[in-house]
C-alpha cells in the first residue's frame, strides 16, 4: 500500500508514473503498480476491480547516479 499522498507542493520533480487506480469513480483508493503485490489488485477498500492508469508522481527511488 502507499503510504501518505503527494503533496501539491512537492520539491520533488514528476514523472508519469503507472498507478493501478480503484474502478469505482466514487473510491479514491490507487495504488503504486511498484508496490502492488499482485498483477491485477483488487481495491483494498471498496474489493471493486482495478483499472492502470497514470499519474504524475515523485520518483520512488532517491538514489542519484
Ligand atoms: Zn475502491
Known amino acids: 500500500m502507499e503510504k501518505g499522498f503527494p503533496r501539491n507542493s512537492s520539491p520533488f520533480p514528476l514523472f508519469e508514473t503507472p498507478v493501478w487506480k480503484?474502478?469505482?469513480t466514487?473510491?479514491?483508493c490507487w495504488?503504486?503498480?511498484d508496490l502492488a503485490f499482485?498483477?491485477?489488485?483488487?481495491c483494498?477498500?471498496?474489493s471493486k476491480?482495478?483499472?492502470?492508469?497514470?499519474?504524475?508522481l515523485p520518483k520512488l527511488?532517491?538514489?542519484k547516479s
Open 22 to 24: 480503484c474502478s469505482d
Open 26 to 28: 466514487s473510491c479514491t
Open 31 to 33: 495504488m503504486r503498480v
Open 38 to 42: 499482485e498483477e491485477s489488485p483488487s
Open 44 to 46: 483494498p477498500i471498496c
Open 49 to 56: 476491480e482495478m483499472v492502470l492508469e497514470t499519474k504524475m
Open 61 to 63: 527511488t532517491t538514489v
